[in-house]
């Protein structure tokens, strides 16, 4: 008699967690649509096709400088470009040296951090434009030194630059 009660017990017990489980978690509720000047546009910074109607104009907020690539700044500032060229490997172009780069900030500061530490500054771009945050990239390419704090450095250096240069 007391086996089946202590049976009985356990498959109550089963059964409850097994209800418990069958239900599942607790719908989470649907995301807010975001408003319309928030949502991204996909039809600007890319090239048309021929026949297409034009790019619409940047959404508010977003200057010319964010849709130009590093090249095209590079070839409008010349005052930068000159002062770039100086801390590049003799024979680089600096708007060759600027391509692929996501922005001229993170150009500007792998020039510097290359100077700096005295990383080949292909090996430094490769890293980075490979998906490896500047700091990322010189912690692999030299452990030994403070990885942040060069970063830090060569982003302050940047900033510097640019500002003098008028970008």
């Given amino acids: 008699m007391k086996r089946t009660l202590v049976s009985l017990a356990a498959l109550a017990g089963l059964l409850g967690c097994a209800t418990v489980f069958a239900q599942g978690r607790p719908q989470r509720p649907a995301p807010r ?3 319309p000047q928030a949502q991204p546009r996909p039809d600007v910074g890319r090239p048309t096709q021929p026949g297409s109607p034009a790019p619409q104009a940047a959404p508010q907020g977003q200057g010319k400088n964010d849709q130009q690539s590093v090249s095209a700044r590079l070839e409008q500032n010349t005052k930068l ?5 100086q801390d590049l490997p003799a024979g680089m172009d600096v708007q060759q040296a600027g391509a692929g780069f996501q922005n001229l900030g993170l150009f500007v500061a792998t020039v510097q951090a290359s100077k ?3 990383i080949p500054f292909d090996t430094l771009k490769t890293h980075v434009n490979g998906g490896a ?3 990322d ?3 692999e390419l ?7 704090a060069e970063e830090k450095k060569a982003k ?3 900033n510097r630059i ?3 240069s008028g970008s």
């Fill in 116 to 118: 700096n530490l005295d």
């Fill in 162 to 164: 640019m500002k003098e």
């Fill in 156 to 158: 302050q250096q940047a």
């Fill in 81 to 85: 470009a000159a002062r770039l060229q």
């Fill in 33 to 35: 649509p975001m408003p």
């Fill in 133 to 135: 945050s500047l700091g």
């Fill in 142 to 148: 030299k452990p030994d030194v403070d990885a942040k």
């Fill in 137 to 139: 990239a010189i912690h």
